[in-house]
Each structure stands twice: as structure tokens, then as C-alpha cells.
């Protein structure tokens, strides 16, 4: 049988180890977290990039070209 | 028994670890997850779209092809090979400027959307940091609704034709006089066919469309409105 001493010791090590990774998992978290606030503009859907993406919505004006052409064949028609 | 201790020490503190691993992991990638499903939705919607104007072209295809060989007969009596080669061209530019239109449309929307999606994820991360976001919930759902309007307005467009009514032309022969008033009853068609289609095509560019960018732009605004809204929630 194991011995009392050797019991404790085991309980201890691994309620050290239990705190251990939560803390070290609430302080990686928590940075995680500031890194985003931080880097807030460099998310998808952050006003920033969501205004460049609407800027880059195409104009119409990119399609008059086949408009002009049909134009020019019928005034050569 | 000692290494019975020593066994469920190494397994207890590996359980722990990777238990710790799968939370960091999940807490990490939950707020990607939901602007990606957003994103994925945004795009099945596009992909239909896309089948539902191939399947209407598909239709029109079988439908005027016996209207376009019939034009094309007529064309093919013109003797000027020149003007000939130019009627055939501006018959096949008709359909094709209609395609290329309606596709830039439905590109735009599809466009529109995404942009939507976004501004739906960041609407929801200021509501999860407690802002008042009923605004922009109401500018997403009526660009929400001015998009779709816009996606039946196009798809109605695609199925609208603009072919040459061959019957109304007569035959003609290789008389000069017949062959100018061939070319002149072509001039006539194709010019009322374009301005039909220049009409049809600035009236949706003007009208659903312009609706449906200036919605987005407008939940965008409300958007902007929110105080802090970059701001990431905690958790």
C-alpha cells in the first residue's frame, strides 16, 4: 500500500500542477485578448477593413465599355 | 505500487494539460468561427444566384434560337460583307452586353453581401460589449432586403431578350434600292432593340441597385456610429 507521506506528496504535486496551468492558461488567454484589441484594425471585420472593402465594391462604370462598343459598330452599321 | 503512483501522476498531468490546450483553443477560435459562417453563407448565396442566372440563360438560349437564326438569315442577305459581318456583331453584342451587365450586378450583390456579414459580426461583437446596436440591426435587415430585391431585379433582367423580329423584315434581293432598305429596317431594329436595353439596364443600375450599395453603405454608417465598437468583446 502506498504510504500516507507519499499520498499528500502526490496530491500536493498535482494540485501545484492543476494551479499552475490554469494560471499560466488565464495569463496566456489574457493576452491573447489584449493582442486583439490591439490589433483590432487588422481584424476582418473591423470598420476600417470593412470600409476598404466596400471602396472596393466595383463601380458600374467598369461595364460602359461593351455599351460604348455596341454604340460605335451601330453608328458604323 | 510505486510505479502504479507514478503512472497516475504522468496520466493525470497529461489530461490536464491538453484539457487546457482544448479551452485556450476553443475560446481563441470561436470569434472566427462566426464571422466565417457568416461568410459561408454569404457565399452559398452567391453560388445560387450564379446557378439560378445560368439556368435562366440556359432557358433564353432555347428560346430565341430560333428568332436568332431567323435574324441571321436575313443578315447573311446583306451583300456589303462588311456591313454583314457588323450586323452579325452587334446582333451577338445585344445578348452579351446583357450578360456582362447582369453578371457585374449579381458580382456587386454578392460583394454586398460579404460586406454585410462583416458589419453583422462587428454589430454583434459591440452588442456582446454592451452596446445599444438597434440601429444597425435594422440597416442590416433592410439592406438585407434591398440585396434580395436587388438579386430577383437582375434575375428578371436576364431573362429579357433582345433579338431581331425577322418576320417584320422583307427579303431582299442583290437591287441596290432592296439591299439599302434591308440595312435600313436592320438600323431601325437594332437601334430600338439598344435603346431598350440601354433603358432596361441604366433603369436597374439606377434603381435596385443603387438601393441595395446605398443600404450597406447606410448600415456601414450606423455602424460607426456605435461608440467602441473595434473594440474585441472578453470572452
Not at chain 2, 59 to 82: C, F, L, P
Request: avoid cysteine; aromatic fraction near 4%.
Amino acid at each position: 500500500m502506498m504510504s500516507s507521506k507519499a499520498v499528500i506528496i502526490t496530491v500536493v504535486v498535482v494540485l501545484v500542477i492543476v494551479l499552475a496551468v490554469w494560471y499560466l492558461s488565464y495569463v496566456f488567454l489574457g493576452q491573447m485578448q489584449q493582442g486583439q484589441q490591439m490589433q483590432t484594425s487588422n481584424a476582418p471585420d473591423s470598420t476600417q477593413n470593412i470600409s476598404s472593402d466596400l471602396n472596393q465594391v466595383p463601380s458600374d462604370s467598369t461595364v460602359n465599355g461593351d455599351m460604348n462598343t455596341l454604340d460605335q459598330d451601330l453608328q458604323n452599321f | 505500487m510505486q510505479k502504479i503512483q507514478k503512472y497516475t501522476l504522468v496520466a493525470t498531468t497529461s489530461f490536464i494539460l491538453l484539457a487546457s490546450a482544448g479551452f485556450i483553443s476553443a475560446q481563441s477560435t470561436n470569434a472566427t468561427s462566426k464571422l466565417d459562417n457568416l461568410l459561408q453563407m454569404a457565399q452559398q448565396r452567391a453560388d445560387n444566384a450564379q446557378q439560378r442566372l445560368q439556368q435562366i440563360r440556359d432557358d433564353v438560349q432555347t428560346r430565341i434560337k430560333d428568332a436568332h437564326q431567323k435574324a441571321q438569315e436575313k443578315i447573311s442577305q446583306i451583300k456589303d460583307k462588311s456591313k454583314q459581318d457588323t450586323a452579325t456583331r452587334i446582333q451577338n453584342q445585344l445578348d452579351h452586353v446583357n450578360q456582362v451587365w447582369t453578371d457585374h450586378f449579381s458580382n456587386v450583390l454578392d460583394r454586398l453581401d460579404a460586406v454585410l456579414q462583416k458589419i453583422q459580426s462587428r454589430a454583434d461583437k459591440a452588442s456582446q460589449n454592451g452596446q445599444d446596436v438597434t440601429a444597425v440591426t435594422t440597416a442590416i435587415q433592410n439592406a438585407n432586403d434591398k440585396i434580395a430585391a436587388a438579386r430577383t431585379v437582375v434575375a428578371n433582367q436576364a431573362q429579357n431578350t433582345y433579338e431581331v423580329d425577322a418576320t417584320s423584315i422583307s427579303d431582299a434581293d442583290s437591287a441596290a434600292s432592296s439591299q439599302s432598305s434591308l440595312v435600313s429596317q436592320l438600323r431601325d431594329q437594332f437601334k430600338s432593340l439598344k435603346d431598350q436595353l440601354f433603358s432596361d439596364l441604366t433603369g436597374l443600375r439606377d434603381g435596385a441597385m443603387k438601393d441595395a450599395r446605398q443600404s450597406v453603405q447606410d448600415a456601414f454608417q450606423a455602424l460607426s456610429n456605435v461608440p467602441n465598437v473595434d473594440e474585441e468583446p472578453a470572452n
